[in-house]
């Protein structure tokens, strides 16, 4: 893990937020984490029946894997099949996206949420 990339994961969730909005609006795809049998990783959350953590590359999903009990490899999605795929079918059963998460804070995001950031960026 590089230096840059710890500096970036160490920041704040709003700047966190803003570093991933400005990946995925260049790079077009988002990361998550899966197990071995395909499960994703999905976080609990009082308000949200689970919580789908999103970074901006592999390699800070990956930094994240490492810490886990269970062995997780870290996927790329394009953007939008994770807005209109993932993020749909989530909301469906009252999930959300947890953004760049790194164990400390984050930002939970909707999909209108996750939406309207990528058309006020775009």
């Known amino acids: 893990m590089n230096l840059m990339n710890r500096f970036i994961i160490s920041r704040p969730a709003e ?3 803003a570093y991933f909005y400005g990946m995925v609006t260049v790079e077009e795809q988002v990361c998550l ?3 071995r049998v395909g499960d994703l990783l999905l976080f609990e959350d009082e308000k949200h029946t689970f919580l ?3 970074w901006p590359s592999r390699s800070f999903a990956e930094m994240v894997a490492e810490k886990l009990i269970i062995p997780y490899e870290a996927f790329n999605v394009t953007l939008n099949a994770f807005v209109d ?3 749909a079918d989530i909301e469906k059963v009252g999930g959300a996206a947890t953004i760049f998460p790194n164990g400390y804070d984050t930002i939970i995001q909707t999909r209108e ?5 990528l058309y006020n960026i775009g």
């Open 15 to 17: 700047k966190r937020l």
């Open 33 to 35: 984490l899966r197990n």
């Open 52 to 54: 789908l953590p999103v």
């Open 85 to 87: 795929d993932f993020l």
């Open 113 to 117: 949420e996750v939406k309207e950031m």
